[in-house]
């Protein structure tokens, strides 16, 4: 489970450094974790990553690591040497048994491990243009990545709201579940396909969710996150 009890995670992928700074301490006290996504620390490194991790937020680095086991666990190890560790980082789940658990033993306990299933942005028929099993619907390759996932000693995955009901039945109420394709009632869809609202992904067992441009892009981030959080409380 998540080791706040706000579970908003906004996503901080810009590689606007003064955009991001002020979104960070805007947001301080309002969110319970920052998501430093590939946009902005390829644009600035871990020297970006640092100056963001030294608002006190926790960190949910979103680098999505897929590579041979060996590379991905060099690649761990190297961001575990950072000034502040991330609380969160993160794996594609196809890359492995072999991959997955490089990754878990590299982590050792410094982060929260977690794997990606299938993104948001995918349904069963990019799944099938994809070469996956088209007799298997989206949910389905999800819940099988998050077994293979929670198998290899990873903490949890990141999946889309549809696919938590399956996930949590088959993996219990101790993995944690980090759900992007968050949408306020009423939030234009823009590239997701799989959304949910923020109450509904909590009432079917998100532990996190990652909610980008409904708070970075409002006029006031800081009442939309604001506004969020008494959703969840109605």
Known sequence: MPETRNPICVAIDTPDMERAGFLAQSLKGHVGYLKVGMEFFYAHGQA???EMAQHGVPIFLDLKLHDI???????????MQLEITPAMINV??????????????AIDGRAKLIAVTILTSLDNDDLKAAGFNPEMSTCDHATNLAKLAKANGVDGIVCSPHDLQSIRTACGDDFLT???GIRPQGSD???????ATPKSALESGADILVIGRAITGAADPVKAAQDILVSLSK
Request: net charge positive; glycine share 10%; proline share 8%.
């Open 48 to 50: 970006g990553y640092l």
């Open 69 to 79: 086991p060996n590379t991905v666990a060099n690649g761990l190890n190297a961001l």
């Open 92 to 105: 594609h789940a196809t890359g492995g048994p072999a991959m997955l658990k490089a990754a878990s033993q």
């Open 178 to 180: 980090v759900v992007p």
């Open 189 to 195: 869809v823009q590239d997701q396909k799989r959304i």
